[in-house]
T-cell receptor
Framework: EAQVTQNPRYLITVTGKKLTVTCSQN?????MSWYRQDPGLGLRQIYYSMNVEVTDKGDVPEGYKVSRKEKRNFPLILESPSPNQTSLYFC????????????FGPGTRLTVL | GNSVTQMEGPVTLSEEAFLTINCTYTATGYPSLFWYVQYPGEGLQLLLKATKADDKGSNKGFEATYRKETTSFHLEKGSVQVSDSAVYFC????????????FGTGTRLTVIP
C-alpha cells in the first residue's frame, strides 16, 4: 500500500530534550516536506527536500533540522524543543512535476512541557 | 505572494443540507488548487483538485470550480451526510522549487442528524 508513515504518533517531552520524528514514504517520491498545524493558522511548511541531500527552509524553520540521506526517509529533528513547538506535525511527499498533489502522513502530536 | 483565504468556521448543518465553503486565493504564477479533508484523528487526504482555469474538481459528491476571474475555488456539496463531518482545507501550489502547499486556516464542518 502506498503511504507515508510517521513515528511516533504521539509524544510528550520536556524542554531541551532532543527528539526525532521519523517519516518514510514508499512511493519513490522526490519531494518531501514537513508541516506543522496550529489552530487558526492552518498548516505551515517547516522544511522541504527536493531529493537526496537537497533540503531547504520553508516558512517556519526556526528550531528544527532535517536530513535526507535516503530517498524514502526525511526525519525532523528538534535539537532543543521548547513549548512553542507544541503542535501537530505532518510529513508529506509528492512526485516531481505533475499537479503538485502531496500525500500526507497520519500526523505526530507533540507536546513540549 | 501566495495565500489562501478560507471561510471561517465552524459550520454546523443538518443532514441533507447544501454546503458551501468559500475559498479565495492570491498567487504568483499559475497555481494548482486543492481541497484537502481531515477526519477526526487522521491526516489530510486529498478531496479534489483543479489545475487550470474553469476546471471542475469533484469527488464523493463534492465539487469545486477553478475561477481565475474571481480567484476562487469554493467547495460545494448538494446534500451533506453525518460522515462528512471533518475539517476542510483549501490549498494552492505554484510549481517552483519550494514545493510549498499554501493552506487556508481550515473550516470545521459538523453535520447533525
Amino acid at each position: 500500500e502506498a503511504q507515508v508513515t510517521q513515528n511516533p504518533r504521539y509524544l510528550i517531552t520536556v524542554t531541551g530534550k532532543k527528539l526525532t520524528v521519523t517519516c518514510s514514504q514508499n512511493m519513490n517520491h522526490e519531494y518531501m516536506s514537513w508541516y506543522r498545524q496550529d489552530p487558526g493558522l492552518g498548516l505551515r511548511q517547516i522544511y522541504y527536500s527536493m531529493n537526496v541531500e537537497v533540503t531547504d527552509k520553508g516558512d517556519v524553520p526556526e528550531g528544527y533540522k532535517v536530513s535526507r540521506k535516503e530517498k524514502r526517509n526525511f526525519p525532523l529533528i528538534l535539537e532543543s524543543p521548547s513549548p512553542n513547538q507544541t503542535s501537530l506535525y505532518f510529513c508529506a511527499s509528492r512526485l516531481a512535476g505533475g499537479s503538485g498533489e502531496q500525500f500526507f502522513g497520519p500526523g505526530t502530536r507533540l507536546t513540549v512541557l | 505572494g501566495n495565500s489562501v483565504t478560507q471561510m471561517e468556521g465552524p459550520v454546523t448543518l443538518s443532514e441533507e443540507a447544501f454546503l458551501t465553503i468559500n475559498c479565495t486565493y492570491t498567487a504568483t504564477g499559475y497555481p494548482s488548487l486543492f481541497w484537502y479533508v481531515q477526519y477526526p484523528g487522521e491526516g489530510l487526504q486529498l478531496l479534489l483538485k483543479a489545475t487550470k482555469a474553469d476546471d471542475k474538481g469533484s469527488n464523493k459528491g463534492f465539487e469545486a470550480t477553478y475561477r481565475k476571474e474571481t480567484t476562487s475555488f469554493h467547495l460545494e456539496k448538494g446534500s451533506v451526510q453525518v460522515s462528512d463531518s471533518a475539517v476542510y482545507f483549501c490549498a494552492l501550489t505554484v510549481q517552483t522549487g519550494a514545493n510549498n502547499l499554501f493552506f487556508g486556516t481550515g473550516t470545521r464542518l459538523t453535520v447533525i442528524p
